[in-house]
């Protein structure tokens, strides 16, 4: 193929990603949130009783009752964002849009989500062991390994996906990738939790002079701690470690990414606040549903599609591609790795000719 009909190829691909990933996210996220509290009950009561058997195996005595796990004075609730749920809906939507075959999706589901299902747990009593011996740290902690982390791990449980099962050979080797976002994702974090509270009053300020305009009162609250109001924008930094964490991105591009995916995450806060400010300060109900919206999207759905968009070339140089000639014995298949896999045996992956093809080399 030439260059630019590749590109264009990419860029296809990238749309049809696009799109079937918000619809199978955007319809799960939904459903989720429709479903009543006593469905979901059962998980947040199960991951609980599962946090509070590992920590008791610790040779830590602690106390579960119904959702929360209790260690002393010190306790904590489990609700639907603490288990893996929104994580998995993640994963599986990434796994079912990207263009693989059913067995390779099949694969990629079936450990997978067992991987999530565990690091969570382990997450859960990470933090809650901070909570015990540092209870200053554990909001702090909570933020970032309970947000951050958990879009680096959807992002690199698939990054493995792709390199193993799909055999989609990334610069982004996803040992490499995590230590690099770790790096970038700490300083700033540290920076953001001293400006945070500046920069969500900035937005309020905003919506509550644009409400003046059609003299609708609005009371700005007394105090912002990092729950319920700022939460809402630490994957500011989670996107920002994504894009510098990339190796496939020179520093002209991260700088072009950064300034373009920061201004749309900046823009969806704007408009979170307002509806925010719709449902709390001017009593409007119909502001309720895009104000749920807006928080499943900002923290979960945005970042991880920013950071695909930038990364397109990288994931889908190895997807489905127009019919191909086989480096082996020349037979031109659309499915080009199964063919191979299949025709001439596993071992052939280790052919020099084969390995051309996987890094982008291959005609």
């Not at 509270?197 to 905003?206: D, F, G, Q």
């Not at 007394?222 to 500011?236: A, D, I, K, M, S």
């Not at 496939?248 to 201004?263: F, N």
């Not at 063919?339 to 020099?352: F, R, S, V």
Request: hydrophobic content about 55%.
């Amino acid at each position: 193929m030439k260059p630019d009909s590749l590109a264009s190829f990419t860029r296809n691909q990238t749309f049809r990603f696009g799109t079937v990933f918000l619809l199978l996210a955007g319809v799960l996220f939904f459903l989720l949130n429709r479903v009543p509290g006593s469905h979901i009950a059962p998980l947040n009561v199960y991951t609980a009783r599962m946090t509070g058997m590992v920590v008791q195996l610790l040779g830590i005595n602690v106390v579960v009752r119904d959702v929360f796990v209790s260690a002393g004075s010190f306790s904590i609730k489990v609700i639907p964002e603490c288990t893996a749920v929104f994580v998995i809906i993640l994963f599986f939507a990434f796994v079912m849009a990207y263009p693989a075959s059913v067995r390779q999706k099949a694969i990629g589901l079936i450990f997978g989500i067992p991987v999530l299902l565990l690091i969570n747990l382990l997450r859960l009593v990470g933090i809650f062991l901070i909570g015990i011996h540092n209870r200053a740290l554990f909001e702090y902690a909570h933020v970032y390994i309970g947000q951050i982390f958990m879009i680096l791990l959807v992002l690199s449980i698939s990054l493995i996906w792709l390199r193993v099962v799909v055999h989609v050979s990334t610069r982004d080797a996803p040992i490499g990738f995590i230590f690099r976002f770790i790096a970038f994702s700490s300083i700033p974090f540290v920076f953001w939790l001293y400006i945070d509270e500046a920069y969500v009053l900035a937005n309020l300020w905003i919506v509550q002079w644009i409400f003046s305009l059609f003299h609708i009162p609005m009371t700005l609250p007394e105090t912002l701690g990092l729950y319920p109001y700022t939460f809402n924008t630490f994957h500011l930094i989670a996107y920002t470690a994504l894009t510098l964490a990339t190796a496939s991105l020179d520093w002209r591009k991260k700088t072009k990414a950064l300034a373009i995916g920061l201004a749309i995450l900046m823009a969806m806060h704007l408009l979170f606040r307002f509806h925010e400010a719709l449902y709390y300060n001017a009593q409007h109900p119909a502001a309720m549903a895009p104000f749920v919206a807006l928080i499943i999207i900002n923290q979960w759905i945005l970042p991880f599609l920013l950071w695909i968009a930038i990364v397109r070339r990288e994931i889908f140089k190895n997807g489905k591609m127009p019919p191909q000639a086989c480096p082996i014995c020349g037979a031109r298949k659309t499915g080009l790795l199964d063919h191979i896999q299949a025709k001439h045996g596993k071992h052939t992956l280790n052919d020099p000719r084969v390995k051309a093809l996987l890094d982008g080399r291959g005609s």
